[in-house]
């Protein structure tokens, strides 16, 4: 089940980064002769419109395409300025203007700005690249789950089989109780080798329990519990992958609560809202990474701290404000309101998270 998960998370994750990119090509072209290193066609190779210019009018693809490697080359730093130049004109935008930014992508100026969700798989690849060089990631060197607990059964359980033997026949109401006692700590020892939940008293007579009531379904919970009390570390690489691959479903899951912040208001429909959180998510993830090089290389506590504090909440009046075109008072509602909400969405997501690494 777990790698049905992973599969439809990469297969999803590569689907929107392939739709953020550009659309693939519609039609096999049949082979076609060169010359000087172009192509002759008289019909589009992309769709097989026939051409009427230097661009087909059906799909828009260049005609008379190259084939050399110099114009390859030309192609890669004409791509890479381009995109550069769109990024340079979107993230000041983004940090300073998000409400402008994502009014004017809303109402059509597409062309000058990279594209909301290229932006947010940007953001997202970069961010767990960061992570990885910062050293923000899930640790391997976690002793197995329930060893400590082990332990302490195993040396509680040996104190009382040593009581037992010195005891004999004296007293048989001890010796009972010194029984129970036993059997119950074998029990524990059982539970916390299968990954169940376990109860008991170690030598000092302190109690000793783990209970986990994550999702509150039986079956999900034990499955969870069982991965990991038997591998923690592989449990937390599995939840940071899993965040990784799956992060594109807190668009859908944000969309509805931000609709219910507008939902009498029929100019915004539900493509503003995801054009939003989308925008939202990417500046968050940028965030992210600017604060874990700011904690790796040494910044003042008081620095970031008022970063975390203070960015997220006045970005999100501010992208408030401009996109939906709001009054101070209502972008202040709505902004306590969506940090409920926001709330809400990361529980949601983290159960999602759960659920995936439960099978």
């Not at 390859?72 to 940090?95: C, I, V, Y």
């Amino acid at each position: 089940m777990s790698e049905i998960g992973d599969a439809f998370g990469t297969a999803v994750e590569g689907g929107l980064f392939a739709k953020a990119v550009g659309k693939s090509s519609q039609a096999q072209p049949e082979h076609r002769e060169l010359e000087d290193g172009h192509f002759t066609e008289g019909a589009c190779l992309n769709c097989g419109t026939e051409l009427i210019g230097s661009h087909c009018h059906s799909c828009g693809q260049k005609a008379h395409l190259h084939r050399t490697l110099g114009a390859f080359m030309h192609d890669l730093l004409h791509g890479a300025h381009h995109f550069e130049g769109k990024t340079w004109k979107t993230l000041p935008m983004l940090a300073f203007k998000p409400g402008e930014l994502t009014r004017r992508y809303i109402e059509g100026e597409r062309k000058r700005f990279v594209s909301p969700m290229a932006l947010f798989l940007f953001s997202i690849f970069l961010m767990f690249a960061v992570f990885q060089v910062v050293g923000l990631t899930a640790p391997s060197d976690i002793d197995q789950a329930g060893f400590s607990a082990r332990a302490k059964a195993v040396e509680a359980k040996a104190a009382l089989e040593q009581e037992r033997g010195a005891l004999g026949d004296s007293n048989p109401e001890r010796l009972a109780e010194i029984d129970d006692q036993i059997d119950g700590l074998a029990t524990a020892i059982e539970a916390i080798d299968a990954g169940e939940n376990y109860a008991f008293r170690d030598k000092e007579g302190n109690r000793q329990s783990q209970s986990i009531n994550l999702t509150g379904i039986d079956l999900i919970d034990q499955g969870i519990v069982k991965k990991w009390r038997s591998n923690p570390g592989l449990m937390l690489y599995k939840l940071q992958a899993n965040s990784y691959k799956f992060s594109w479903l807190l668009i859908p899951l944000s969309v509805p609560f931000v609709w219910l912040l507008f939902f009498w208001k029929r100019r915004f429909g539900a493509y503003d809202h995801a054009i939003f959180v989308t925008y939202s998510i990417a500046f968050m993830s940028l965030l992210f990474i600017v604060i874990s090089v700011l904690v790796k290389i040494g910044a003042p506590e008081w620095l970031y701290g008022t970063m975390i504090a203070f960015v997220p909440p006045i970005h999100i009046y501010k992208q408030l404000r401009g996109a939906y075109d709001l009054r101070r008072r209502s972008a202040i509602w709505r902004l306590t309101v969506l940090m409920v909400f926001i709330n809400i969405v990361a529980v949601l997501f983290l159960q999602l998270l759960l659920l995936l690494g439960a099978f």
